[in-house]
Every structure is written in C-alpha cells, then in structure tokens.
C-alpha cells in the first residue's frame, strides 16, 4: 500500500509502496504513534506521540482553511497514508493522490 514517509532528520519526503505494520510505522516513527488529519482530505497522518516532550526537530506543512493560509507545525518524522476503511483497517494513497501529495510536500514543507 502507498504511504508518504516524511524524515525530518535527513529532510527527505519519499513514496514507499509496501504492507505497513505497526512495529514498521512505529520504528518510522521513533515511538508511540499518534494519528492526525493533515490539511488534505482522504488521508491520514500518523507522527510520535511524545514529538513535542521529546523536543524532537520541527517542521511545518501550509494549510488553507475556509479561505485562510496558515502553517501547521510537527515533530519528528512522519507517514502518511490513506484513511482507515469501513472497518477501521488503514488504507493506502492512491496513486495520483500519493504522487500530488508527494510533489506538494517537496515543494512546500519548511524545515526547521
């Protein structure tokens, strides 16, 4: 399944097409995951729960909102996939979606 890894130490953001299992998100991760809705629909991003306590390196994805711009800030790395299925079962990108996502991301994170 398509996901979007997004690492904040080597400022890198890739596509990987793989099964995802919890231990491999988390290993990503650098602990405990958290899921947050990042400002696209139809996906679903997940980052260390402890980010912020842990002062772990920040980074910041543009957002727009009802007609205003803004910056959302994160720490650490992150993955980004599709969102979970009737079942609650998280889903992969689809492909335009994945490849759309990935150019945006390239483009606009800042790293700080």
Request: overall charge negative; some cysteine; glycine content about 10%.
């Amino acid at each position: 399944m398509r996901g979007i890894i997004i690492d904040r130490n080597a400022k890198t953001v890739e596509l990987v097409d793989k099964d995802w299992t919890l231990k491999e998100m988390q290993k990503i991760i650098g602990g405990f995951i958290e899921s947050v809705a990042p400002p696209v629909a139809g996906m679903i991003m997940y980052v260390n729960e402890d980010g912020k306590r842990l002062k772990l390196p920040q980074w910041k994805m543009p957002f727009m909102l009802q007609g205003k711009a803004g910056m959302l800030s994160y720490c650490g790395n992150a993955v980004i996939r599709g969102e979970p299925d009737d079942d609650g079962n998280t889903t992969g990108l689809e492909k335009e979606q994945a490849e759309s996502l990935l150019a945006f991301l390239k483009a606009e994170i800042v790293w700080e």
